[in-house]
């Protein structure tokens, strides 16, 4: 049942007041046009989240990349998953689709896909890489309590990750890996080892690496094996 109409004698209508001030007035726009933008985010969420589950899964994240005609494996996509924040790879909760598309200023499919390229850019200043590049790690870990990452994965994690910055190093290391037998799996300590390795070391000669500072023992290894193809 809709509420009366009618007032009390004296009690204040609803339309603005002559005294309002112009930041007054501002503020209740802003807050309504925030109000109209949540609205519209949370409607573009339930477009494409799962209605069991309530979260956007993977088949919901193929139907974004389809609708923004971006690939499903595109590093992009990846980036987005950091905005977010989100914790469990291969799905979005609501709040962390809120999170990303209000940090994004995106409330449409259009806007979202116009809003990759400044993501991109975000990601690529060096204080966030290093951020996103840990993020990148922890994603993938989708068992709990699970602290490593099958070589396979580690392969296709960075060519996707770092393979644009550091190509010629992602190529050799990823060889590597995929020829040696000591290692079945990678941990985060080597994982970032590595993106340490790629800005601190000259390549291919390693002419500044100390064997002797703190570096996993896999890198030893990998300039052992690059140092002898050399040879």
């Not at 009618?6 to 925030?34: C, E, H, I, V, Y």
């Not at 799996?185 to 070391?201: H, K, L, P, T």
């Not at 023992?217 to 300039?223: E, H, Q, R, S």
Request: with cysteine; charged share 30%.
């Amino acid at each position: 049942m809709r509420r009366s109409a009618s007032r009390k004698t004296g009690q204040p209508n609803s339309t603005p007041s002559l005294n309002s001030s112009p930041a007054d007035l501002f503020r209740s726009a802003s807050s309504k046009a925030t109000t109209k933008e949540l609205e519209r985010i949370d409607a573009l969420y339930h477009s494409y989240a799962n209605g069991s589950s309530a979260m956007i899964d993977p088949e919901g994240i193929e139907a974004l990349c389809s609708d923004m005609e971006v690939d499903h494996t595109d590093v992009r996509i990846l980036m987005l998953a950091w905005k977010m924040k989100a914790e469990k790879q291969g799905y979005f909760s609501l709040e962390e689709w809120r999170r990303g598309l209000k940090a994004l200023r995106a409330d449409t499919v259009n806007k979202l896909k116009k809003a990759l390229p400044e993501l991109e850019k975000e990601v690529k200043r060096p204080t966030n890489f290093v951020d996103f590049y840990s993020y990148a790690f922890r994603y993938c870990l989708t068992e709990e309590k699970q602290k490593s990452i099958d070589i396979e994965s580690i392969c296709e994690l960075l060519d996707l990750v770092l393979g644009s910055q550091f190509r010629e190093q992602v190529d050799f290391f990823v060889d590597y890996l995929k020829t040696q037998n000591d290692y079945k799996v990678i941990n985060n300590d080597q994982w970032m080892g590595f993106y340490r390795f790629c800005n601190e070391i000259s390549f291919p000669d390693f002419s500044n690496y100390d064997p002797e500072l703190a570096w996993p023992l896999i890198l030893d290894n990998f300039v052992e094996w690059m140092l002898a193809k050399q040879s």
